[in-house]
């Protein structure tokens, strides 16, 4: 039989019905779900990471500060300790070279002629030596060159420099010259 309803449609009776969802539609849900149920699963790890690595944070710098006035006292002894040890190596170097120096003096005071003068000796390095002086001749400065070419410790004696002038007045010869020391 037909039944036909003449209500209103406020009026009518609603007669509910049941769908069931397609197949494709629950697997898209069910997708999306379990993304966000891993995100949330992460972000719920990372934070309690994140806790962690602060609270260890804060507990090294307590500790950090705690130390502090030792790590401040080791540096201060570490800087101390390489200070100490540069001044020991410069006195063992000048102790190793005292005898060697001594000897270069002895020789050249050997060396030098009559009426020369040294006004300057100097090392510029560990085997160059600058001699400069005063005297009245060329002929007691070739004098001066040819007896330090025959020492043993000085060798290549080379004249860099020999000018005339005058000292109270008197004519002299300012001469420069440089040469290799060699150790024996």
Do not use: C
Request: proline fraction near 3%; charged fraction near 25%; aromatic fraction near 4%.
């Amino acid at each position: 039989m037909i039944k036909i309803n003449l209500l209103p449609p406020e009026q009518k009776v609603k007669t509910r019905t049941i769908t069931v969802p397609k197949m494709g539609n629950v697997v898209f849900f069910a997708v999306v779900g379990g993304i966000i149920a891993l995100i949330l699963i992460i972000s719920l790890v990372q934070s309690v990471s994140i806790r962690s690595l602060q609270s260890k944070i804060e507990k090294a710098e307590s500790e950090a500060s705690q130390l502090r006035p030792q790590i401040e006292q080791i540096e201060k002894l570490t800087a101390e300790q390489r200070e100490l040890n540069m001044h020991m190596r410069i006195i063992t170097e000048l102790e190793e070279n005292r005898a060697f120096e001594v000897m270069l003096l002895d020789e050249l005071n050997k060396r030098v002629p009559e009426h020369l003068w040294l006004t300057v000796y100097a090392r510029s390095d560990t085997t160059r030596v600058t001699i400069e002086g005063v005297t009245f001749s060329n002929l007691i400065v070739a004098d001066f060159m040819t007896r330090l070419e025959r020492s043993v410790l000085y060798e290549n004696v080379d004249l860099t420099v020999a000018q005339r002038g005058t000292i109270e007045e008197r004519d002299v010869v300012r001469f420069s010259l440089s040469s290799d020391v060699m150790p024996e």
